[in-house]
Each structure stands twice: as C-alpha cells, then as structure tokens.
C-alpha cells in the first residue's frame, strides 16, 4: 500500500458551510489529486499538485480550492458547501511520469444537507 | 467528445463464465494502458497495464490493446464471485501527469 490516508472518511455537512477534507501520504510521492466519483461520471479530476504550493485546476474545480503546504499533506476546501458536491471524494497519488500508476485512498463520502 | 469512454454496466456473467471488458479511446498520444479494479466503498487499485500495442497476461487476466483502432480490452478467464468490482480503464501518456480514467464499467460474477 502506498500510505494514503483521507480524513474524515465520512462526513454530513450543512448547505452554505466550509468543508475542509485532508490527505495524507507517506511515500514522498510527487504528485496528488482530488477526485470525485459519482454514477454515470466515474471519477472525475478536481485540482491536482505538481509539488509543494504548486496546484492545477481539473475539469470540475468550481467551487473547491486545494492547498499543499508540504510533500505529504494535501487538502481540499469546500468553501461554501452545496448539495450537488454530495459525493464520494478520493485522493490520489503517483511519482509522475514515467511512471504513471496511480495509489488512491479509502475515500471520503461527503454528504451536504 | 470525452477522451475515453466506456461501458458503465452492470455486467452480470455466472462463475467461470470468460468476461470481456472494453473501453475507447480517442487520445493517439496514449502508450500506457491501465487497468484499476475498485471493490465497493474503496478506492481503485492497480489491476495490470500494458504498454503500447498487444496483449498482456497475467493469470486469469489479459489486456489486450489495439492503437489502430483506440479500442482496449480485459478479458477474464473463469471468473469468480470475488472479481465483482467496478473495473476502470485509464489510458496515460508517458510523459503527462494528468491521470485519466473511464466511468468504469461495474461487473457482477453470480455464484
């Protein structure tokens, strides 16, 4: 296992609220990203990180902002929870080309009521 | 027009029946093919890959890919109860680190 660690890993939030999930690794890898996966979408990228402070929007990054202010740490803010971001949440992780396989956490599921 | 596309299911096959997963794709650039399988309420996991054109096998598992046509396959032999998961496939180009993946394509192998 490549050591990725989201929390919380479940989570009910209210509309309008601020929601902040976290990722965590252990392998000193380069690269990770924020994905959400809902049915009929699959996963579908959010904002992605190249290295420490550097970040990238993906194709669904509306409404989410991300921060990595260390190799091994990456967050994803909600700022202003809605109903449509209900969704499971994953993070992911890779060293970067060439090697292009992907380890992904456990998930959070994120509920906004 | 999305860069891969794929079948999201549900596929639903008895034990040791021989399944056959598909995806295309539109992106030529592609070289790696990759295969994640995702078991419910976690997160995918490396399944196999290949590289370029051909077929690839590993156990009851083959992937098979054909650049002239963008089309990649995984078949799998005698399947079992416990290879039900969601399958997604994801086409990367060897010098990119944007990871793309398929919907996925949910498959149901009844005992």
């Known amino acids: 296992d490549a050591g990725i660690t989201q929390s919380p890993r479940h989570k009910v939030t209210e509309t309008g609220t601020p929601v902040t999930l976290r990722c965590h690794q252990t392998?000193?890898?380069?690269?990770m990203y924020w994905y959400r996966q809902d049915p009929g979408h699959g996963l579908r990228l959010i904002h992605y990180s190249y290295g420490v402070k550097d970040t990238d929007k993906g194709e669904v990054s509306d409404g989410y902002s991300v921060s990595r202010s260390k190799t091994e740490d990456f967050l994803l803010t909600l700022e202003s929870a809605t109903s449509s971001q209900t969704s499971v949440y994953f993070c992911?992780?890779?060293?970067?080309?060439?090697?292009?396989?992907?380890?992904f956490g456990q998930g959070t599921r994120l509920t906004v009521v | 027009q999305k860069e891969v596309e794929q079948d999201p299911g549900p596929l639903s096959v008895p034990e040791g029946a021989i399944v056959s997963l598909n995806c295309t794709y539109s992106?030529?650039?592609?070289?790696?093919f990759m295969w994640y399988r995702q078991y419910s309420r976690k997160g995918p996991e490396l399944l196999m890959y290949t590289y370029s054109s051909g077929n690839k096998e590993d156990g009851r598992f083959t992937a098979q890919v054909d650049k002239s046509s963008k089309y990649i396959s995984l078949f799998i032999r005698d399947s079992q109860p416990s290879d039900s998961a969601t399958y997604l496939c994801a086409p990367q180009m060897d010098s990119s680190y944007k990871l793309i993946f398929g919907s996925g394509t949910r498959l149901l192998v009844r005992p």
């Open positions: 992106n030529s650039a592609f070289q790696y």
């Open positions: 992911a992780t890779s060293r970067g080309p060439p090697d292009t396989e992907a380890f």
């Open positions: 392998e000193n890898h380069r690269y």
